[in-house]
């Protein structure tokens, strides 16, 4: 925890955030990191929202604050009419590539002084940092199986295994409601807007429930993320009134099953007709 405020003290010091002009742009931050987002090619105002994690309201204060200075325009999105998209007019480019050049500008004074093996343990130790940050922050939300984000994770966890499992793999036909309550639940992962993981679990019988669907985003893998979506799924099973949960896995899964055994999970006999499942196991929450 002190490492990690100090670090922020450090860091919001000397790339100019506690400015009032951030970079020396004429603008505080909160306009500056809009016109980054928004970016050449215009982005969605609710993928806007969902990318920086603000709410509705501010973002649209400060879009109008942009639009005012001729940097942006809004305007209703091509595929959906309900909602709205934000595009750099010509003068927001030339702001968006001002910032671009002020950004690359002091990293370079930062690290210049630092001779070139130093500079890749920095590199290195900030990309460690930055996925750490983001598997630690991503959010966990329940949602419906219809949703986007749901469908989402199910075809790239569905399109995984049928890469791995040596006969391919067949997700049969979805039923709606078997991850809704009281059946059932279904989390994803959301980090800057986009799904990264996702996990369900669903009702056996009196007491015991099973965890499902259990994903992780290939380049989120090895930060800790699948033990917080196991985590969440073990509790939401012991909220709704569980005291055990099962799970089976498919033999070629071999990171996950040395997760699960980790997590005190303990083999059992076969205990369903998954064709795709090779062990199963069981833990008293």
């Known amino acids: 925890m002190a490492v990690l405020r100090h670090f922020n003290r450090a860091w919001s010091q000397r790339v100019g955030v506690l400015e009032e002009s951030f970079l020396g742009s004429g603008r ?13 090619d215009g982005i969605g105002v609710r993928q806007l929202r969902e990318r920086l994690g603000l709410d509705a309201g501010y973002v649209s204060r400060l879009l109008r604050n942009l639009e005012r200075e001729g940097l942006v325009t809004t305007s209703p999105d091509g595929e959906d009419a309900r909602r709205r998209s934000a595009t750099l007019t010509a003068a927001g480019r030339e702001a968006w590539s001002d910032l671009e050049q002020r950004s690359d500008d002091v990293a370079r004074r930062i690290v210049e002084p630092l001779p070139p093996s130093q500079r890749v343990r920095l590199a ?3 990309r460690t940092a930055d996925a750490l940050m983001r ?19 199910l ?13 391919g793999f067949d997700p049969g036909a979805q039923d709606p409601d078997a991850y809704r309550p009281p059946r059932g639940r279904f989390i994803v992962a959301l980090s800057d807007g986009g799904v990264v993981a996702c996990g369900a679990v669903q009702q056996l019988s009196a007491g015991i429930a099973e965890i499902k669907r259990m994903w992780v985003d290939p380049e989120w893998r090895g930060r800790g993320l699948a033990g917080r979506m196991l985590r969440k799924l073990e509790s939401l099973a012991a909220a709704d009134g ?9 033999p070629t899964l071999t990171d996950a099953i040395a997760m699960y055994r980790r997590a005190g999970y303990a083999e059992i006999p076969r ?3 998954n064709p795709y499942a090779g062990h199963w196991f069981e833990k008293v929450l």
Do not use: Q
Request: no cysteine; aromatic share 8%; glycine share 4%.
């Open 155 to 167: 075809s790239a966890y569905f399109a995984e295994l049928d890469l791995r499992f040596p006969g």
């Open 135 to 153: 598997a630690a922050t991503a959010e966990l939300v329940e949602v419906e199986l219809s949703s986007p984000p749901a469908r989402a994770a």
């Open 28 to 40: 505080p931050l909160g306009p500056s990191r809009m016109l980054f987002e928004i970016g050449p």
């Open 124 to 126: 290195e130790a900030l």
């Open 271 to 273: 205990y369903n007709d």
């Open 242 to 250: 569980n005291t055990v949960v099962r799970l089976d896995t498919n």
